[in-house]
């Protein structure tokens, strides 16, 4: 199956404006996790930016994901986009 690489922005304060959305979201990506799609996630140290790794169907199922996450909803991530990855080692 194809792997897909996400890179996407938090919002300016993201630590006090991620709070009311951060236990959904967590569940959101453990259930992923559990599934299989979700290789793994995590911001940058500066918590400026999301990367991502997820092994799904194709590009629009991941942008499902995305775009279906708390953080999307609710403009804790601000932008994101999707590439398909080969995975060289």
């Known amino acids: 199956m194809p792997k897909y690489i996400m890179w996407g922005s938090y919002c300016e304060d993201v630590l006090t404006k991620r709070e009311p959305y951060r236990q959904a979201h967590l569940e959101g990506l453990a259930k992923q996790k559990a599934s299989g799609v979700l290789i793994t996630i995590g911001p940058t140290k500066d918590i ?5 790794i997820y092994e799904a169907q194709d590009a629009a199922t991941v942008s499902q994901l995305v775009e279906n996450d708390p953080y999307w909803q609710n403009g804790i991530w601000t932008e994101y986009s999707v590439k398909e990855w080969i995975q060289a080692f």
Do not use: N
Not at 48 to 52: A, D, K, S, Y
């Open 48 to 52: 400026t930016q999301v990367f991502g």
